[in-house]
């Protein structure tokens, strides 16, 4: 599951809001959109949150969520990367960064699937090659 759970601020003011609808919309990898823009559920005093309930067969990346507003007329994008394991618990535990958090769990995410994407282009490319080389169909 995907849950977000924010707090609408007045941009001037920084006083939290409680706007008339607040909407969430998401996207994945492709840009394909996987949930069409709904309506948060609203928890009282400017706080809203959604549980995004990931299929099965979602595919890994990036995923877009757009959460918009129809008080501010404004639309803020977050990301979320869906892995096939908690790989960013992994990642520092094995390079001994453990639970510090100098680069956030979103940056880290970010380096991870840029590092899959290259490795598997490499991947594909080397398969292209020796299905060349012997002719494998």
Excluded at 17 to 31: A, L, Q, R, W, Y
Excluded at 84 to 110: H, T, Y
């Amino acid at each position: 599951n995907y849950l977000l759970h924010l707090t609408i601020r007045d941009n001037l003011t920084k006083q939290v809001s409680t706007p008339s609808s607040v909407k969430i919309k998401i996207d994945n990898e492709c840009g394909n959109e996987v949930l069409a823009e709904t309506d948060m559920t609203s928890l009282g005093s400017g706080q809203y949150s959604y549980d995004y309930v990931l299929p099965a067969n979602a595919p890994y990346g990036k995923y877009k969520v757009t959460v918009s507003t129809t008080t501010y007329t404004q639309k803020e994008v977050y990301p979320f990367y869906l892995f096939p394991w908690d790989v960013v618990d992994e990642v520092r535990m094995i390079s001994g960064i453990g639970q510090n958090k100098m680069i956030s769990d979103l940056a880290l995410s970010e380096l991870i699937w840029e590092a899959y994407k290259e490795a598997k282009a490499e991947h594909e490319e080397l398969v292209a090659k020796l299905e060349k080389k012997y002719l494998i169909i």
